[in-house]
């Protein structure tokens, strides 16, 4: 079964630095392209980072380039997503989702963490 | 950046009825465009991707068409089950990956 749990989320205040795991198990990490999406409180889906399946190539929104890194550990199957110089607007659930394994370029997402919450706030 | 616009915002039917949601993009995303079915405290979950494809469990209920600009998500025989908020996404052209607003499905 695959399962991804996501963690890490916290009140943080403006300005400040946070990073977010996403352990995953029941399928080869190594051979998996991850993204990051989030969601805003009652709000829809943005799409925030990926990254390849071997680690080399790294995408990221304009929202949140140069602030935010996304990275992988394939020796501990874990995803990260380092978040700093953060706003009030970056205050929302953030999920790790697994990429489908589909020809052609681009992502879609078959398998999505449970979210964890971060709150930028003073 | 391509725009992904659905309609309606929100959508009230009856069980047993089918439901039509679209989702227009504002460029040629061909047929790179997903769907996936939101409902409370839970995460997206994957129905459609590549336009008409079905993702693995999702009953046959749930159909894609579409390619180009417009697309269209068909539920048949709606199911107290199936009320949530309903996104389409387009890999076309990425990054960014985008998103539709979502429409709400109230049953």
């Known amino acids: 079964e695959v399962q991804l749990v996501d963690s890490g989320g916290r009140l943080v205040r403006p300005g400040g630095s946070l990073r977010l795991s996403c352990v995953v198990s029941g399928f080869t990490f190594s051979d998996s392209a991850m993204s990051w999406v989030r969601q805003a409180p009652g709000k829809g889906l943005e799409w925030v980072s990926g990254?390849?399946?071997?680690?080399?190539?790294?995408y990221y929104a304009d929202s949140v380039k140069g602030r935010f890194t996304i990275s992988r550990d394939v020796s501990k199957d874990t995803l990260y997503l380092q978040l700093s110089s953060l706003r009030a607007e970056d205050t929302a659930l953030y999920y790790c989702?697994?990429?489908?394994?589909?020809?052609?370029?681009?992502?879609?997402?078959?398998?999505w963490g449970q979210g964890t919450l971060v709150t930028v706030s003073s | 950046e391509t725009v992904l616009t659905q309609i309606p915002a929100t959508l009230s039917l009856s069980p047993g009825e089918r439901a039509t949601l679209s989702c227009r993009a504002s460029?040629?995303?061909?047929?790179?465009l997903a769907w996936y079915q939101q409902k409370p405290g839970q995460p997206p979950r994957l129905l459609i991707y590549d336009a008409s494809n079905r993702a693995t469990g999702i009953p046959a209920r749930f159909s894609g068409s579409g390619s180009g600009t417009d697309f269209t998500l068909t539920i048949t025989s709606l199911e107290p089950e199936d009320s949530a908020v309903y996104y389409c996404q387009q890999r076309n052209d990425w990054p960014p990956i985008t998103f539709g607003q979502g429409t709400r499905l109230e049953i």
């Open positions: 989702a697994k990429v489908l394994e589909v020809p052609g370029w681009g992502y879609y997402f078959d398998y």
């Open positions: 460029q040629n995303v061909y047929n790179y």
């Open positions: 990254i390849s399946n071997s680690g080399a190539s790294t």
